[in-house]
């Protein structure tokens, strides 16, 4: 078979955009041009089959981070394996808030793949950065992808922030699970591929925020990611806590102590 006749008839079953992907990825090759570029050349026998159980295994609705073993986030490669969310296009703009904010210190708590902790210690090379995760198996693709990109962090294993010692007025950033298991818009397919302890909270989403909130009592600035649905929700919790709203942005929330 050769490259343009496996894409068309991989096209049937999945997004061709993903098709292109799972081929160039076992190609070995960096760019789709690639694919129009040598579209009659035979697929070796091996590279078919590999590339046939991806398609296999997208076409049951496995996202294609976990079928490829890494997504791109804020322009970096991070390793995720299915013990750890995939970063969401969304989360990159908590790093735009947490540049502009010029911070000496970052604790990230819910680190999972790393990426947000990762990306602002590359990003904002003299900030001491923290990372903080519940999960044994999430901290440990976050330390291999700190290694990989050459990020310096702290890994704490902790709930939330119980407990810690935090620099002075460091910036406290946090995608925590915010999904309610009873939002009717979600793609229950695709979300039971990631971690469980990873997405969903109890209080309508809101409990590890609203438990994070009522950990923190020091000065500090605080970024959350949430759904949009839940702002006004968190910014009234937040106020009750001694809080200054500063703004808010799509998913993200800016809060000061
Ligand atoms: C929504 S994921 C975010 C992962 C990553 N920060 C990102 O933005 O892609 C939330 C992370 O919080 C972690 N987590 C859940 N409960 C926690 C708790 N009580 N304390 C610390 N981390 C927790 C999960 O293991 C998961 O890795």
Redesign the pocket.
Known sequence: MTISEWVERSSKYIDRLDAEVILTHYLNVHDRSYLVAHDDEELPDNIQQACDIMLAARMRGKPLAYILGYKE?YGRRFIVTPE?????PE?EE?IDFAIAAKPKSIV??????????ITLALELPKAEVTA????DT?LSVAQKNAMQLGAKIDFRK???IEGLTLPEEPLIV?????VDKTWNWLDKNSLSYE?Q???Y?QKEGLE?IY?LIDQINIPCRLLL?ADPSQREQIKKYAKEHGFKFIRARNYILSFKK
């Open positions: 986030f750890v969310l995939i970063p969401r989360t908590i990230d708590v819910g680190t999972g793949s790393g990426c947000i902790a903080i995760d519940i999960s999430a902790n709930d939330l946090a995608n925590l699970p915010y971690p302890l990873a997405l909270a590890l438990r990611e």
